[in-house]
Nanobody, 121 residues
Framework: QLVESGGGSVQTGGSLRLSCVVS????????TGWFRQAPGKEREGVAR????????TYADSVKGRFTISVDNAKNSVYLQMNSLKPEDTGMYYC????????????????WGQGTQVTVSS
């Protein structure tokens, strides 16, 4: 089970930190990713983490602004989002396990319910 939190409404340039609390497996053992979906658009990969942070992957659109991290003690994965833009608006999902390219949603096996992020200009 994956449970996201931390979404909200901010202005352009603001920051948010999303959390994903994981149960049923260790975040150290499988890949975990963050995805987002805006209304009328396909779900897109934002960031992926593996091996407790040894391997991270980011979408070009968020590089330098977003940081994915893991806390093994809390079995949680985080997404720190800085310098937010209106185009970052969407429902953000935490996903885990599965196989395939790191930022391809179709390959992930388990999904959370999502948390809404809204960035106003």
């Amino acid at each position: 089970q994956l449970v996201e939190s931390g979404g909200g409404s901010v202005q352009t340039g603001g920051s948010l930190r999303l959390s994903c609390v994981v149960s049923g497996y260790s975040v150290h053992s499988v890949r975990t990713g963050w995805f987002r979906q805006a209304p009328g658009k396909e779900r897109e990969g934002v960031a992926r983490i593996l091996n407790s942070g040894d391997i991270t992957t980011y979408a070009d659109s968020v590089k330098g602004r977003f940081t994915i991290s893991v806390d093994n003690a809390k079995n949680s994965v985080y997404l720190q989002m800085n310098s937010l833009k209106p185009e970052d608006t969407g429902m953000y999902y935490c996903a885990a396990a599965g196989s395939g390219p790191p930022l391809h949603a179709a390959g992930y096996q388990y999904w959370g319910q999502g948390t809404q992020v809204t960035v106003s200009s």
